[in-house]
């Protein structure tokens, strides 16, 4: 068997849902929102089902699509997209960043991740034969350091990926941290991929400025994109992958036999949604930013240590100075089972020296989902 693959273990996220269900908890673990997503966009898919085509749509999406992807960030960030060699859509983000890698990574490259990483990267860079090159970023700030890019990249850096704005940490990052980063890039002639799933996912006024954009990575940064988050409807699986054309048609040749098409009748409701006016999208971080600032009011009044959260779907709570004397772990594992409220442990994002202490809640829920927690979770500190 692979060996890349056969010892992984079941993804946390998987995990935690399992416990929960197991447990009857509350399931503030796994990112996906309470509400059932925008009613016009579903009624758009549903019109689609009935009305419009099912069959293999173009293997990379639907021509409206690509041309609404590449209007959208044109809108928002003032960015000159080709739809027809510059665009392409994916069965999802995860298969966006599957085709990405894929393309770019050979035997022997090496790539620079960061830690807290997303649970696909690594076997996939592993896959290709790439050799991962771990950055740690650690709370409350989780910046990126010249210091640390420095230890990292070489001449053999062929790609970094990297997630802004960042899950579990809930940062967005700053103009600063991003020319830094291009600055490696071109010193090292290395690939960017950006897993930007969470762009409209942000909070307090703040700006999501996609790597792509910074002068000098136009031509060596991959962007990836995902309706799931854009709208939550985090089961739609419709992602985007825009690029230039010589890194765009190597990655569509990896997409054409890992899914090959995705269901044309939610391609044409994304189309339409990536369409609607700013207001859409300001509402929705504020309705988004409302649920967080109750859950971080709520958390706060019992004792928990919460971090800011800038974007995501994400609060943390740093139980380090709370003296439990257990790992974020073994507090995931005591509030699922005694409390009946699952989260996500931060250190399941790392692979090797993990940041121990802080714990993910998911705050896209409904009031009454966030009120009940919050009374579960009144005893969770003092045991
Ligand atoms: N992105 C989701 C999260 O961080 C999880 C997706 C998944 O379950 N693979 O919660």
Same mark, same amino acid.
């Given at each position: 068997?692979?060996?890349?693959?056969?010892?992984?273990?079941?993804?946390?996220?998987?995990?935690?849902?399992?416990?929960?269900?197991?447990?009857?908890?509350? &399931?503030?673990?796994?990112?996906? #929102?309470?509400?059932? /997503?925008?009613?016009?966009? *579903?009624? !758009?898919? =549903?019109?689609?089902?009935? &009305?419009?085509?099912?069959?293999? #749509?173009?293997?990379? /999406?639907?021509?409206?699509? *690509?041309? !609404?992807? =590449?209007?959208?960030?044109?809108?928002?960030?003032?960015?000159?997209?080709?739809?027809?060699?510059?665009?392409?859509?994916?069965?999802?983000?995860?298969?966006?960043?599957?085709?990405?890698?894929?393309?770019?990574?050979?035997?022997?490259?090496?790539?620079?991740?960061?830690?807290?990483?997303?649970?696909?990267?690594?076997?996939?860079?592993?896959?290709?034969?790439?050799?991962?090159?771990?950055?740690?970023?650690?709370?409350?700030?989780?910046?990126?350091?010249?210091?640390?890019?420095?230890?990292?990249?070489?001449?053999?850096?062929?790609?970094?990926?990297?997630?802004?704005?960042?899950?579990?940490?809930?940062?967005?990052?700053?103009?600063?941290?991003?020319?830094?980063?291009?600055?490696?890039?071109?010193?090292?002639?290395?690939?960017?991929?950006?897993?930007?799933?969470?762009?409209?996912?942000?909070?307090?006024?703040?700006?999501?400025?996609?790597?792509?954009?910074?002068?000098?990575?136009?031509?060596?940064?991959?962007?990836?994109?995902?309706?799931?988050?854009?709208?939550?409807?985090?089961?739609?699986?419709?992602?985007?992958?825009?690029?230039?054309?010589?890194?765009?048609?190597?990655?569509?040749?990896?997409?054409?036999?890992?899914?090959?098409?995705?269901?044309?009748?939610?391609?044409?409701?994304?189309?339409?949604?990536?369409?609607?006016?700013?207001?859409?999208?300001?509402?929705?971080?504020?309705?988004?930013?409302?649920?967080?600032?109750?859950?971080?009011?709520?958390?706060?009044?019992?004792?928990?240590?919460?971090?800011?959260?800038?974007?995501?779907?994400?609060?943390?709570?740093?139980?380090?100075?709370?003296?439990?004397?257990?790992?974020?772990?073994?507090?995931?594992?005591?509030?699922?089972?005694?409390?009946?409220?699952?989260?996500?442990?931060?250190?399941?994002?790392?692979?090797?020296?993990?940041?121990?202490?802080?714990?993910?809640?998911?705050?896209?829920?409904?009031?009454?989902?966030?009120?009940?927690?919050?009374?579960?979770?009144?005893?969770?500190?003092?045991?």
């Amino acid at each position: 068997m692979n060996d890349v693959f056969a010892n992984l273990p079941v993804t946390v996220f998987e995990a935690m849902s399992q416990l929960a269900r197991d447990n009857n908890a509350i &399931n503030l673990g796994q990112g996906f #929102p309470d509400a059932p /997503g925008p009613e016009d966009i *579903r009624r !758009a898919a =549903a019109d689609a089902v009935m &009305n419009g085509y099912n069959q293999y #749509p173009s293997m990379m /999406g639907i021509p409206e699509l *690509r041309q !609404a992807i =590449a209007t959208h960030y044109a809108h928002w960030h003032h960015l000159a997209l080709d739809p027809m060699t510059e665009v392409m859509v994916t069965s999802g983000g995860t298969e966006a960043l599957t085709s990405s890698i894929l393309a770019v990574v050979e035997p022997g490259d090496e790539v620079v991740v960061f830690q807290p990483v997303y649970d696909s990267y690594l076997p996939i860079i592993r896959q290709a034969g790439g050799i991962p090159r771990l950055v740690r970023l650690e709370p409350p700030h989780w910046r990126l350091t010249e210091e640390a890019l420095r230890k990292v990249f070489n001449r053999k850096t062929r790609a970094v990926l990297f997630n802004n704005p960042l899950n579990p940490a809930a940062v967005v990052y700053p103009r600063e941290d991003l020319e830094l980063l291009a600055r490696f890039c071109q010193e090292f002639d290395t690939i960017a991929i950006c897993d930007e799933v969470w762009e409209h996912v942000i909070y307090d006024g703040r700006e999501h400025i996609p790597l792509l954009t910074i002068p000098g990575m136009r031509d060596r940064t991959i962007k990836v994109g995902s309706a799931g988050k854009i709208f939550g409807l985090t089961g739609w699986k419709i992602g985007f992958v825009c690029a230039a054309p010589p890194l765009l048609r190597v990655a569509a040749k990896v997409h054409q036999f890992l899914t090959f098409t995705t269901a044309p009748n939610l391609q044409v409701a994304v189309a339409y949604g990536l369409g609607k006016s700013d207001d859409y999208f300001l509402d929705m971080r504020k309705e988004l930013a409302r649920s967080r600032d109750r859950l971080t009011k709520g958390l706060t009044s019992l004792g928990f240590p919460v971090l800011p959260s800038q974007g995501t779907y994400f609060l943390t709570v740093d139980l380090s100075p709370l003296g439990l004397n257990e790992t974020d772990e073994a507090f995931c594992r005591r509030i699922v089972t005694e409390h009946k409220v699952a989260a996500i442990p931060v250190s399941a994002f790392y692979e090797e020296d993990p940041v121990t202490t802080v714990v993910r809640f998911c705050f896209s829920k409904n009031d009454a989902t966030i009120d009940a927690a919050l009374e579960r979770l009144a005893h969770a500190i003092h045991r």
